[in-house]
């Protein structure tokens, strides 16, 4: 599994915006789809957003829906998560990782993840 590297994080207040970066260290990240996910402290960890390795179909989770957005620079193996009018529900850790499109709604699926970037908003 190569290795994926998260950044972007920080603490906002509510209704505030961050841009997460996910870079992935292969050449063949444009073969496949990519994801992001958040892991609230104690809480298990959940599907946020998925792309396509074209970048034409993506999926959200409802409660993200309107408000993120998941895009990918395949020339620089790079993935984003855009997020506005953040929430102290969206405080987690958040993650990335790449594979089948099909399988990417399932946190399970996974067995090697990069450490994260905490993303803490406050009321």
């Known amino acids: 599994q190569a290795q994926v590297t998260e950044s972007g994080g920080g603490t906002v207040q509510a209704g505030g915006s961050l841009k997460l970066s996910c870079v992935v260290a292969?050449?063949?990240?444009?073969?496949?789809?990519v994801a992001w996910y958040r892991q609230p402290l104690g809480k298990d960890r959940e599907f946020v957003a998925s792309l396509t390795r074209f970048g034409d179909e993506d999926r959200y989770t409802a409660s993200v829906r309107g408000r993120f957005t998941i895009s990918r620079e395949n020339s620089k193996n790079t993935a984003y998560l855009e997020m506005n009018d953040l929430k102290p529900d969206d405080t987690a850790v958040y993650y990335c990782?790449?594979?089948?499109?099909?399988?990417?709604?399932?946190?399970?699926?996974?067995?090697?993840w990069g450490q994260g970037t905490q993303v803490t908003v406050s009321s």
């Open positions: 292969t050449s063949i990240f444009p073969r496949y789809a």
């Open positions: 990782n790449f594979g089948t499109y099909a399988y990417m709604q399932q946190v399970q699926h996974f067995d090697s």
